[in-house]
C-alpha cells in the first residue's frame, strides 16, 4: 500500500469520529424511550399483566443502547412474570442471563416471596461454584454525602454478619456517565472492620461519584453487597484541583518511552504486513475473491 | 488512534487466513468439511470445495489464505459433514483486516434470553420451510400455494424476494442441498403433481434447473451415499423407493437396482438419511402414512446402495407427518424425531445403530404433539433444543445435560418450523410457518 495512502489513513484517524456519536439531547433521547419501556412494564407488572409486561420489557433485553443496568432491570421483571405465570423453564433461561452478566445479582423484588428467592437461590446454586445461600455476609458502613474532586474520601465497612467468611472488601467508584467502575481493596482494621481512602479525579466542575461495597470470599466470589454496580450509591463532589503531582503518563521518560516502542511496533507491523500470511493447508492454499 | 493505526497497516497486504476449527473426534464426529467463499459483491467471484477430512487433512484446524483481488469484503462458510450428511455449519463476512476462525466445535450455543417474535409475519401462509446457507448468509425459503419467496434479515426486519415459480401441486417438501459441489445449498422442490423440481443456489436467488425422475414424490431426503463427493437424494412416495446419484454436475439419474421399498412400504410420506450405525455411510429411515417405521442401511462397501435392515427400528404403526435426523443427545450419532399427525411426537435415540423409543423418557409430559420438528442449539447452553411446531402451539423445549429436554416457551401455532441464523448474528433464530405467514422467533 503506497505512502500517499499510509498518509489518509493516518490523517483519517487524527480526526475526531464525529459522525456516529449521538448529541446529549438525542442520547437523553434515547435513555428517555428506554426508560419509558422500563416504567410501562413495572407498571404492567404491578398490575399484574404479565404478559403484557413480558412483551413490553423484551426489547429493552436486545437494545444496543440499553445500559448494563437497565438491561438487568428489564430482565428481573420478565423473570418475575415468568415464575408467576408458573413457566419455570422461561423464568429459568432468564434468570440465568442475569447471572450470565452479573453473577454477584441480588433480587431487588421487594414482594419478599420465599418461593421465588428460593427459586433463584437454587439456581445460583446450581451455576456459580461454592454458592451457598446460607454463606453470606450482612454489611453496613459509613461514608461520607459530599466531597471534593481530587480529595480522598474515607468510607468504613462493617460486617454485621458472617464476618468470618468475608476474604476481603473492595470499593467500586466511577464518576458518573462512565461505565467501567475502579475497585479498590478496602483494609482490614480488625474486628469485622474495613476502611478505604478512594481518592476521586480532579476536576473543575462538580459531579456525583458513585459507588458501591463488595465483600468477597476466599475465592473473589462476592457473598455481600452494598447497592451494587447497576444501582450504586452517590457522593456529590464539588470542584477541586486534587494532589499537584503529575500522572504518571504525562512524566517524560514516560512518552520518549511509550514513543520508541510505538516507532519500533509499527515498523515491524509495516514489515509483517507487507508480506501477508504463508499459505494454508487446504488445497489450493490461497484463493483470490476477485480477479 | 494507536491500535487502529496498527490494524490498518495489517489490512494493506488484503490477505487473510481462514482457519476451520472444532474439537469433534474425526471422523467420529465430522469427516468432511465443504468451504465456500464468495465476494460479499455477488457480481464477483466464489470458490467452494469439499474436502475429506483424511490423510493430510486428518486433523482440525486446517487453514486457507484468502486474498481480497478488488472485493472490499467477503462471505465464507463452511459446512462439516459425518456419514455423507450435513451435521454443523459456521460462516462470518471476510472484511480483511484480520484472520478469521470458523467454528465447527461440539458446542455451538446460541443466543440466552427469551424467544421472542421479531416483526411482522410475511411471505406466503402455512409455507413449508428450508434453510439454505451461501454467499449473502443464511436464508429461508418458503414455499407454499401461493408461491415462494426467498427471507432474509435487513435491519430488524424479514425482507422478502420472490423465489422462482413453483412446479405444479401442492407442496409436500423442501430440502436444502448443495446439489452442484459449490459448497452452497440448493433447493430441491417436491410438490403433489410434479417430478421434484432443483433450484439452484447463485448469490441470494434461486434458479429453477430442471426436474428429478418422471414422478411425483411425497418425500425427499439428500446425503453422499456413494462418498464420491457429491449430493445424491433418495425420493419416496406410495410403496416406491428411488435414489438418485449425483453425476458431480447437479445432473441426476435413477439408480433402480440400489434401492427398493417394495415389501417394506406402501404409503412413504417422510424419509431421513443418516449414519446411524457409524460407518461412514449414510442410512435411510422411512416413515409412512399409517404404517410402521422402516430402515435401511448403508452398504459397507460404500457402493452407495441400501440392504434392508427391520432390527434398527421399531416396527410402529405412526402417521408419520416429518421426521428428522439430529444429534439430540451429544453423542454425535443421528437421533429421530417424528412428528406424528394427530399423536404425541416421538423421539427414537440412536444407541450403536438402533433406533430407541425413548420419548417419555427424554421429553417432557405431555409430550407435545407437532407437524414438524427442529432441532438445534439455540439457547445459551451447549445441548441441543427442540421446537415443536403444532397446530395447537409451537413448543420450544430446552435441552438439558444428560440428553432430556424441559419445556421453556410456548409460541403461536405453525405447519413447519427451521432453525436458522437468519440475521447472520452468529446465533440460531427459529423461523415458523404460521397462518399469517413466515415469522422470525429471536432469543
Not at chain 2, 464426529?29 to 467463499?37: E, N, R, T, Y
Request: glycine fraction near 12%; charged fraction near 20%; charge should be negative.
Amino acid at each position: 500500500m503506497d505512502r500517499a495512502v499510509i498518509a489518509a489513513l493516518l490523517l483519517a484517524l487524527a480526526l475526531p469520529a464525529q459522525a456516529q456519536v449521538p448529541t446529549p439531547a438525542e442520547a437523553a433521547a434515547q435513555v428517555q424511550t428506554i426508560e419509558e419501556f422500563l416504567g410501562r412494564g413495572k407498571q404492567l407488572f404491578e398490575e399484574q399483566e404479565y404478559a403484557a409486561a413480558i412483551q413490553t420489557l423484551a426489547p429493552v433485553t436486545r437494545d444496543a443502547r440499553a445500559t448494563r443496568a437497565q438491561r438487568l432491570r428489564a430482565l428481573e421483571l420478565i423473570a418475575l412474570s415468568h415464575f408467576i405465570r408458573a413457566d419455570e423453564g422461561a423464568a429459568r433461561a432468564t434468570f440465568e442471563r442475569i447471572l450470565d452478566i452479573d453473577p454477584g445479582y441480588q433480587l431487588r423484588d421487594t414482594s419478599g416471596s420465599p418461593k421465588i428467592r428460593s427459586f433463584f437461590d437454587d439456581l445460583k446454586k446450581q451455576l456459580i461454584p461454592g454458592y451457598d445461600p446460607a454463606a453470606g455476609a450482612d454489611l453496613e458502613h459509613a461514608a461520607p454525602t459530599a466531597g471534593t474532586a481530587g480529595r480522598p474520601l474515607e468510607i468504613e465497612v462493617r460486617a454485621i454478619r458472617g464476618s468470618e467468611r468475608v476474604f476481603e472488601v473492595v470499593v467500586g467508584t466511577r464518576r458518573r456517565g462512565e461505565l467501567a467502575y475502579r475497585t479498590l481493596a478496602a483494609g482490614a482494621v480488625g474486628n469485622g472492620t474495613w476502611r478505604a481512602r478512594p481518592t476521586s479525579d480532579p476536576s473543575t466542575q462538580p459531579y456525583v461519584l458513585e459507588y458501591y461495597v463488595e465483600a468477597r470470599d476466599a475465592g473473589g466470589g462476592p457473598i455481600a453487597r452494598i447497592a451494587g454496580p447497576d444501582a450504586p450509591l452517590e457522593i456529590a463532589l464539588t470542584a477541586g484541583a486534587g494532589e499537584t503531582r503529575r500522572p504518571w503518563y504525562g512524566r517524560w521518560y514516560v512518552i520518549a518511552g511509550g514513543a520508541a516502542i510505538l516507532a519500533a511496533g509499527i515498523t515491524g507491523f509495516a514489515i509483517a504486513a507487507s508480506a501477508g500470511p504463508d499459505p494454508g493447508t487446504l488445497p489450493p492454499g490461497s484463493v483470490t475473491v476477485t480477479k | 488512534m494507536r491500535w487502529s493505526l496498527v490494524v490498518a497497516l495489517v489490512g494493506c497486504s488484503g490477505e487473510v487466513t481462514l482457519s476451520i476449527e472444532s474439537d469433534r473426534p474425526i471422523p467420529r464426529g465430522l469427516d468432511a468439511i465443504c468451504v465456500g467463499i464468495a465476494d460479499t459483491d455477488l457480481a464477483g467471484g466464489a470458490f467452494g470445495r469439499a474436502y475429506r477430512l483424511e490423510g493430510a487433512l486428518a486433523t482440525l484446524p486446517q487453514t486457507l489464505r484468502i486474498e481480497a483481488g478488488d472485493a472490499d469484503a467477503a462471505w465464507a462458510w463452511v459446512r462439516g459433514d459425518r456419514g455423507g450428511v450435513p451435521v454443523v455449519h459456521a460462516a462470518s463476512v471476510v472484511d480483511f483486516t484480520a484472520d478469521v476462525s470458523l467454528g465447527l466445535g461440539l458446542c455451538q450455543p446460541g443466543a440466552g434470553g427469551v424467544p421472542m417474535a421479531a416483526g411482522e409475519a410475511m411471505g406466503p401462509p402455512s409455507a413449508r420451510l428450508a434453510v439454505s446457507q451461501g454467499a449473502g448468509g443464511q436464508l429461508v425459503v418458503a414455499v407454499g400455494g401461493a408461491g415462494a419467496v426467498v427471507i432474509d434479515v435487513a435491519g430488524e426486519t424479514l425482507s422478502v424476494a420472490d423465489g422462482p415459480l413453483v412446479p405444479p401441486g401442492d407442496p409436500v417438501a423442501i430440502l436444502a442441498a448443495d446439489v452442484d459441489g459449490d459448497c452452497d445449498d440448493d433447493l430441491i422442490v417436491a410438490t403433489t403433481s410434479s417430478p421434484p423440481a432443483v433450484w439452484r443456489r447463485d448469490g441470494v436467488t434461486f434458479t429453477d434447473v430442471g426436474r428429478i425422475g418422471d414422478g411425483a414424490a411425497a418425500a425427499v431426503a439428500a446425503a453422499d451415499v456413494d462418498r464420491d463427493g457429491d449430493v445424491d437424494l433418495v425420493t419416496g412416495s406410495g410403496g416406491t423407493l428411488t435414489l438418485f446419484r449425483n453425476d458431480a454436475s447437479g445432473a441426476f439419474a435413477a439408480d433402480p437396482g440400489a434401492l427398493g421399498g417394495a415389501g417394506r412400504v406402501t404409503a412413504v410420506s417422510a424419509v431421513a438419511l443418516g449414519d446411524l450405525d457409524g460407518d461412514g455411510h449414510p442410512d435411510l429411515v422411512v416413515g409412512q402414512a399409517g404404517g410402521p417405521l422402516a430402515a435401511w442401511l448403508g452398504e459397507p462397501a460404500g457402493t452407495g446402495s441400501f440392504l434392508d435392515a427391520e432390527a434398527v427400528v421399531p416396527a410402529v404403526m405412526l402417521d408419520v407427518e416429518r421426521m428428522v435426523l439430529a444429534d439430540a443427545d451429544g453423542d454425535l450419532d443421528p437421533d429421530l424425531a417424528v412428528a406424528v399427525r394427530g399423536g404425541a411426537s416421538r423421539l427414537y435415540i440412536d444407541r450403536e445403530g438402533r433406533l430407541e423409543d425413548q420419548t417419555f423418557v427424554r421429553l417432557p409430559r405431555p409430550v407435545p404433539p407437532a407437524s414438524a420438528i427442529a432441532i438445534g442449539a439455540w439457547d445459551a447452553g451447549c445441548a441441543v433444543d427442540g421446537v415443536f411446531a403444532g397446530a395447537a402451539s409451537t413448543v420450544v423445549l430446552r435441552g438439558q445435560d444428560g440428553g432430556t429436554f424441559a419445556s421453556e416457551a410456548s409460541l403461536e401455532p405453525a405447519s413447519d418450523v427451521v432453525l436458522a441464523d437468519l440475521d447472520d448474528d452468529g446465533d440460531l433464530d427459529a423461523v415458523l410457518a404460521t397462518g399469517e405467514g413466515v415469522r422470525w422467533i429471536a432469543r
